[in-house]
């Protein structure tokens, strides 16, 4: 068969929908996914261009890049965002196979550059170029390549100093900083000598070059590389490396987590079976509650979806059969006794589905924890099947109760905050259409008070803080006199309108991602609007300051003063990027919301231990 007469619409079509993925990537501010689809859509094009290299192989190694990424924009949706190093193995592979010029670990990391001078220690003397210090450095970068000579790393560092020292423009000088640190970092082995450190050894000869000859430019790419192997070099003392650490300071390098790139952390299991995983874990939850309440008619159902849980785990994680095991031993002994399971045995099983159900929300198949604890609830669960009294709860145990507790009080507020946020805007419709008719203003400053403490009891301060600046404008309305038509000539229903967006998308964001509900949306005190921040930089110092003060889910514990009420309308589901470019809300006489909200779904209650202490829920009905 002629591979180069095969019709390559199809392809051409992947092509086409992939280069629509990355717009959409950029769009949201996720630049290291374009980056990574970017290169699937070049690699895509070269099959259109040569049909012969798309064999199955090929496009094997297509489909689990595509699930690597898949996994890791979870993760960023997640509690705990993975770095984007994991997926460097991946893509490696796909831009090779784009036929790409440069394939590096740093191009999946991004860290605000900026050029600064890190206070290094001095050198013992300054150094000139000159055909000396090339010599020195020619010997030893070839000592580097040949023999992965530490010492000979060592020795460039000390004369990178000196250079530094001897250099009188600002760039150069913090460059031979940078190359002083890195070879400082790969002289202590905290940086490994593959192709990407010798590159960039060799990198720094033609950079020495470029400044030999009097030229002062300076690769910012090749600087931003040796901050990158600096940022994954962490000594263990800082007297060990003084210029690494050093520059470590300069660049805040602290705040970045080092993990192996040559390690694969996505990408290890096919998505659609997670996602069969998960709705499996929450039938067989649903059915032992009630069997364990006495609905013996539950029984064969629990019995064949405890085998299929078993299934997935299997699939899933190589260490995942003896839970899937115990769980079918369960499943047996009480199928077999004809009656619900003891009060012990209910809540030792409830226990592991509930750790499953946790983790397949956040799957992390390498975490070596996960492996543990499977291990523990097997072993757990068959000594309770066998008679033994149940052990007491472990600690994170008790954290996995509290934490279903916290996500359903947060299911609470976040259902009665859009219904009260669904009141406001109504309400401001109303006098928007009709601004000599105040009286519909009435009930809007209470509301928004309600709406404000909330928020910030759920440290969303930037939102209180525009909900109480929306306060101020409709009390000023309400005092003040003002004619409708000066009211309508102004700009401030359009920003009340954009704020009231933004909020709106912040709250269906805290339904299931509090945390990013909590960096992305800033007040803009000189526009005077409340604005989603995806796809910008914020200071990423404040971010980590943030992220260490607030942990979604870590004890929410609010006495409410309404009744929870069930959102109508349209359903977005939970995790589901909504589109950052969807114009801001305004008001409309359509009660519909743009974006849909998500609904909020309780599962039926699960035993809680007795060593757990139940959170305590505010009974007070709003009052009428």
């Not at 070049?42 to 012969?52: G, T």
């Not at 401030?492 to 949306?521: C, I, W």
């Not at 309780?602 to 007070?620: A, D, E, L, N, Q």
Request: aromatic content about 8%; proline content about 7%.
């Amino acid at each position: 068969m002629d591979l180069a007469s095969v019709d390559a619409s199809q392809l051409r079509m992947a092509r086409q929908q992939l280069h629509q993925v990355v717009g959409a990537l950029d769009m949201v501010g996720q630049g290291v996914s374009a980056h990574m689809v970017r290169g699937m859509e070049a690699a895509v094009q070269q099959f259109v261009l040569h049909p012969e290299k798309c064999t199955e192989a090929t496009a094997q190694t297509l489909e689990r890049a595509g699930f690597a990424l898949v996994e890791y924009l979870e993760s960023q949706l997640g509690e705990r965002p993975r770095s984007a190093l994991g997926l460097f193995p991946q893509f490696k592979q796909v831009q090779e196979m784009a036929g790409a010029d440069r394939i590096h670990p740093a191009d999946l990391w991004t860290w605000p550059w900026r050029w600064v001078d890190p206070a290094t220690p001095p050198a013992a003397q300054p150094l000139a170029y000159g055909p000396e210090v090339r010599s020195r450095l020619d010997q030893r970068v070839l000592k580097i390549m040949k023999h992965a000579d530490h010492n000979a790393a060592a020795e460039i560092g000390v004369i990178s100093l000196g250079l530094a020292q001897g250099e009188n423009h600002r760039q150069p000088a913090i460059f031979w900083k940078l190359s002083a640190a890195f070879f400082e970092a790969m002289a202590k082995a905290l940086v490994p000598m593959d192709v990407y450190a010798k590159r960039a050894a060799s990198r720094i000869l033609l950079q020495y070059t470029t400044l030999a000859r009097g030229d002062q430019s300076v690769s910012e790419r090749l600087a931003q590389d040796l901050l990158f192997f600096c940022a994954q070099a962490v000594p263990k003392q800082a007297a060990d490396a003084p210029a690494l650490d050093a520059v470590r300071k300069a660049w805040s390098l602290g705040r970045h987590v080092a993990q192996p790139y040559d390690q694969s952390t996505f990408g290890l299991y096919d998505p659609a079976v997670l996602a069969q995983a998960r709705r499996r874990i929450e039938s067989v939850k649903e059915n032992w509650s009630a069997l364990a309440g006495g609905d013996m008619a539950r029984m064969k159902a629990c019995v064949d979806q405890f085998g299929l849980v078993a299934e997935s785990l299997d699939k899933l994680h190589e260490k995942g059969r003896p839970l899937g095991q115990a769980l079918n031993r369960v499943a047996q002994q009480t199928a077999q006794a004809g009656k619900p399971p003891s009060p012990e045995l209910a809540m030792e099983t409830a226990t592991a589905v509930l750790f499953l159900e946790a983790s397949f929300e956040d799957f992390h198949p390498s975490d070596a924890t996960f492996a543990a604890r499977i291990q523990q609830l097997a072993e757990r669960l068959d000594a309770v099947r066998g008679g033994a009294m149940a052990p007491p709860l472990e600690g994170w145990m008790e954290q996995l109760y509290r934490s279903v507790s916290d996500r359903q009080t947060m299911g609470t507020v976040v259902g009665e905050l859009r219904t009260t946020l669904g009141e406001v805007e109504q309400h401001l419709d109303q006098f928007f259409r009709n601004p000599a008719d105040k009286s519909v203003l009435g009930p809007v400053p209470s509301l928004m008070g309600q709406m404000r403490g909330v928020l910030s009891v759920l440290g969303l301060d930037q939102a209180a803080l525009a909900v109480g600046r929306m306060r101020d404008t409709v009390d000023e309305w309400l005092i003040t006199e003002q004619e409708p038509e000066q009211i309508k000539a102004g700009d401030t229903f359009e920003k009340l309108g954009n704020s009231l967006g933004a909020l709106g998308f912040q709250v269906d964001m805290l339904g299931y991602q509090p945390l990013l509900a909590r960096k992305l949306f800033v007040y803009d005190a000189e526009a005077g609007e409340l604005k989603h921040v995806a796809g910008r930089l914020a200071d990423e110092h404040e971010e980590a300051l943030h992220a260490e003060a607030f942990q979604p889910g870590a004890g929410v514990d609010i006495e409410l003063d309404f009744e929870p009420a069930a959102p109508a309308g349209p359903v977005t589901a939970p995790g589901q990027l909504l589109d950052a470019s969807l114009p801001p809300r305004r008001f409309r006489a359509s009660s519909t919301r743009s974006p849909p909200w998500p609904r909020w779904t309780k599962s039926r209650p699960w035993p809680m231990p007795r060593t757990v202490p139940p959170r305590r829920r505010g009974s007070r009905t709003r009052p009428s």
